[in-house]
């Protein structure tokens, strides 16, 4: 006969974990859906003996494992069937019943009740100024725009931020603002030299501009051809589009759309310059999931505010994973 052994007088006893609790649970949903815990998993394995037979265990309050039992092969969680890679859902990664579980789930997956909708509707004054607070919070510039001065502010912006753009800066290099080399050697259309800061700050560089981005809004910018990391290290500033904005957490989404190019011209260079139209300004995330589709087909990017970390010592530093400078002209 196997004895449990008792605790010392006077000694305190652990208090239960977080998987106590979830194993607790987890036989409270069996029993109420009148599982029998001794009864075969569906991979046809049998459960472990009780852990009040296994000797130097203690029963705990409202669980009859202790909390060093381990999750055994086949055990059957109400949520589904545990496997070494996790918790698979009994309607399968698509939604769809798998085979392992055709015919044993009866009820449909919830409907969660998220908020959908309710907030004001895009492009609303009260938007664009929650916008705006959310933004200046996180350290980046805006600057109001009027449809039709796109060009001018985009310059104003690229000043602010200590950007010089020379066409002479990219003709010195061989390169011209199509991208294409002058002087006929094949170099990817830039080379990597072309940056440098002047005694006040400024940077005399180049700036990488999507394939889509509107005829006339950056003239001198350099269009992108597929450079690489080192090449678009060259680059002082990308000027780009957006897919749509969220007020509420002051985020842009970019979709990869032609007016926002790939993922790599926003990450690499120190500035980007975003423009955003006030009828792409929704209120809440679920809007502006709403707006970038169910099932997006191209790489999603957020960006909230600049670059930054405080991971040492609590001090920030931007400019870590992405640009030190984010500047979005917001177009009424």
Same mark, same amino acid.
């Given at each position: ?12 006893? +652990? ?17 109420? #859906? ?9 991979? @046809? ?6 852990? *009040? ?21 086949? #055990?059957?969680? +109400?949520?589904?069937? *545990? ?6 859902? +009994? ?27 309710? @907030? ?12 705006? *607070? ?15 001065? *796109? ?10 931020? /200590? ?41 005399? /560089?180049?700036?990488?501009?999507? +394939? ?13 051809? @597929? ?19 969220? #007020? ?70 931007? /400019? ?13």
């Amino acid at each position: 006969m196997n004895h449990k052994p008792s605790t010392p007088a006077g000694a305190r006893r +652990p208090l239960p974990t977080a998987r106590d609790e979830v194993l607790a649970r987890i036989r409270a949903a069996n029993a109420a #859906a009148g599982t029998r815990p001794d009864a075969p998993s569906r991979s @046809g394995t049998e459960r472990p003996p009780s852990s *009040e037979n296994l000797p130097g265990t203690e029963s705990w309050p409202g669980t009859e494992d202790p909390p060093s039992t381990q999750s055994w092969p086949g #055990a059957e969680s +109400p949520h589904g069937i *545990e496997s070494p890679h996790g918790i698979e859902s +009994p309607h399968g990664i698509d939604g769809a019943p798998t085979a392992a579980s055709a015919g044993s789930v009866s009820d449909p997956m919830p409907d969660r009740a998220y908020r959908r909708s309710g @907030g004001p509707p895009p492009g609303d004054p009260r938007l664009l100024a929650l916008l705006r *607070e959310r933004l200046v919070d996180y350290r980046a510039t805006v600057l109001d725009c009027a449809a039709g001065d *796109e060009p001018a502010t985009i310059r104003a912006a690229l000043a602010a931020a /200590g950007v010089v753009v020379d066409t002479g800066v990219a003709a010195a290099n061989g390169v011209t603002t199509d991208g294409v080399t002058t002087d006929g050697v094949t170099t990817d259309g830039v080379t990597t030299d072309g940056a440098g800061a002047d005694g006040a700050g400024r940077v005399s /560089g180049r700036v990488v501009v999507p +394939p889509g981005l509107p005829a006339g809004w950056c003239p001198d910018g350099i269009i992108d051809r @597929g450079f690489d990391a080192a090449m678009l290290d060259g680059f002082a500033a990308v000027v780009t589009g957006c897919a749509a904005v969220c #007020a509420l957490t002051g985020t842009i989404a970019l979709d990869g759309s032609p007016d926002q190019g790939r993922r790599a011209i926003t990450l690499v260079p120190d500035v980007h310059i975003c423009v955003v139209r006030a009828e792409q300004v929704v209120h809440g995330v679920p809007e502006l999931f709403a707006r970038l589709g169910r099932a997006p087909s191209r790489p999603i990017t957020l960006i909230s505010g600049p670059s930054a970390t405080s991971d040492i010592e609590f001090d920030r530093v931007e /400019g870590v994973h992405g640009p030190r400078t984010l500047t979005v002209i917001l177009v009424r």
